[in-house]
């Protein structure tokens, strides 16, 4: 019995993977991307559609877990089995791609947490130096996590431990200098901001509530190495909910500490910021600690589901086999090499970005947009269908409205996001079904397109072109 529970992850571990991958580079910007976009009851409303929709999304995972136990690294699996295989390309490789946009972030706020104690040097965290100090960075963990995946979820459960400390902190001197009459000044709006509609203060928060999310499926992923199933949808839950609560506290107590607009116009990380105004200089320095902590802990974790996803997709013939390869210590070697290597290349790309920082977060938020949408979409298939249901189960309708309303929600989100990202997206996703995706079909002598995978090409390629045009002519700018 020893060797059958060999490497494999439990309760704790799987929660702990699903904490680590939420819980990184967002939750320190919430401050300051907040009270840039709104005041506490736009805020109030914000975390109320989104803590709303990511639950929902949650509960989808949930089911998914418990009535198809034989779909392993289910995000993209899902979109496979509801969809067929070229949707299900779609999702593997834009959450894949979004993964790897997301670590490019994490070293970018890095660069940026360094810059405002060495600004000469590490500037906003695109400067040269902020990049081969990234560079160097992502190169070691993936040497590190090449000897082993066991060796780097013990170390991710132990930093996810560690960078918990300092938020906690921030939040109890928050409530310690706790201002009502600051909080009721800054509830509508403020003092010193520009006036905007409830609507338009609401659709600004959006992207960043996606980015902190981004992670509610972490134990998913890693489902083929939970000890027990049903773990994988606790975890799920019991990450939400956890994060959820140290989130919305990170967002709406700074606003009984200071004005909206000074807490505005704080750096990244804004938090630090936010708590520099509160007890001065050593909070900033305290903040910046756990950012480098949290960032370093999130990028480990991400880097593995990143291998993870492209290692599963080549197992499943969704990518080319060449990715399905696994080193002597069982880590998918290859795919860790290709999305070292893309992180590589987008890291270089943000020197000559205009805003590096929010760019790769918003793009980050885009790109898991697709996968959960179908995610959620299979959710409603297999409810309708009662795959795995018993005959007249009232869990089937509940399920069925759960799923129905997590898909609302994403295409609620596609619409805040805006057509800016949704154009560029679609740039990356051509090339990528071009190489990838020709590539794995033309190894299994399959069809390339059904009629409707074709049309659902097309439409991409146009939203490409279109893409294309606004970069070149200056429309469109990263």
């Known amino acids: 019995m020893a060797d059958v529970n060999k490497g494999k992850l439990s309760l704790a571990a799987l929660t702990a993977m699903v904490v680590g991958s939420m819980v990184g580079a967002g939750i320190f910007n919430l401050p300051g991307r907040f009270a840039t976009a709104t005041g506490p009851f736009g805020a109030i409303i914000a975390w109320l559609i989104a803590g709303t929709g990511m639950y929902m999304l949650a509960r989808v995972f949930q089911a998914l877990a418990e009535k198809r136990p034989d779909i392993d690294s289910g995000v993209f699996a899902y ?15 834009g959450y894949w791609l979004g993964s790897c946009l997301g670590n490019v972030f994490y070293w970018v706020l890095i660069g940026s947490t360094l810059g ?58 928050f409530i310690v200098f706790f201002n009502f009459d600051q909080f009721a000044e800054n509830f509508f709006g403020g003092v010193g901001m520009p006036e905007k509609s409830l609507v338009a203060q609401v659709r600004d928060t959006m992207l960043i509530t996606i980015f902190v999310f981004l992670g509610i499926e972490g134990a998913s992923v890693y489902s083929r190495f939970a000890k027990k199933r049903a773990d994988v949808g606790t975890a799920t839950i019991l990450g939400f909910v956890a994060v ?17 607009a000074a807490i505005a116009g704080v750096a990244n990380p804004s938090l630090a910021g936010a708590l520099e105004l509160v007890v001065g200089q050593w909070g900033a320095v305290f903040i910046s600690i756990g950012v480098l902590i949290s960032v370093l802990g999130a990028y480990l974790a991400w880097s593995l589901i990143c291998a993870e996803v492209m290692f599963a997709a080549a197992k499943s013939k969704d990518m080319p ?78 399920d069925q409205v759960i799923a129905w309303l997590a898909v609302l929600y994403t295409l609620f989100m596609f619409v805040a996001a805006g057509l800016k990202y949704v154009l560029l997206v679609a740039v990356l996703f051509v090339p990528g079904t071009i190489i990838l995706y020709i590539w794995a079909r033309r190894e299994q002598q399959a069809r390339l397109f059904t009629p409707v995978e074709l049309g659902v090409f097309g439409v991409t390629v146009v939203a490409a072109a279109i893409g294309i045009y606004g970069l070149v002519t200056g429309i469109i700018t990263p």
Do not use: C
């Not at 959820?244 to 004005?259: E, N, S």
């Open 116 to 173: 405002r104690f060495f600004p000469e040097i590490f500037g906003d965290g695109s400067s040269v130096i902020a990049i081969v100090v990234s560079l160097i960075g992502i190169w070691s963990f993936h040497f590190m996590i090449l000897r082993g995946v066991e060796q780097a979820t013990f170390i991710n459960t132990i930093v996810t431990i560690a960078k918990i400390v300092p938020i906690i902190v921030a939040i109890l001197l």
């Open 321 to 398: 086999k060449l990715f399905a390869a696994q080193n002597a210590n069982g880590v998918p070697a290859n795919a860790l090499w290709l999305t070292n290597i893309v992180v590589s290349l987008f890291v270089v790309s943000t020197y000559f970005s205009r805003d590096a920082f929010n760019f790769m977060l918003d793009m980050t938020s885009v790109t898991a947009l697709l996968p959960y949408l179908l995610v959620a979409g299979y959710g409603v298939l297999i409810a309708r269908r009662g795959d795995g249901y018993e005959a007249g189960s009232r869990e089937r309708l509940r």
């Open 79 to 93: 979109a496979k089995a509801g969809f067929g295989d070229y949707m299900g390309f779609l999702s593997a490789f």
């Open 244 to 260: 959820t609560g140290l989130m919305v506290a990170v967002t709406l107590f700074p606003y009984a500490t200071a004005p909206r």
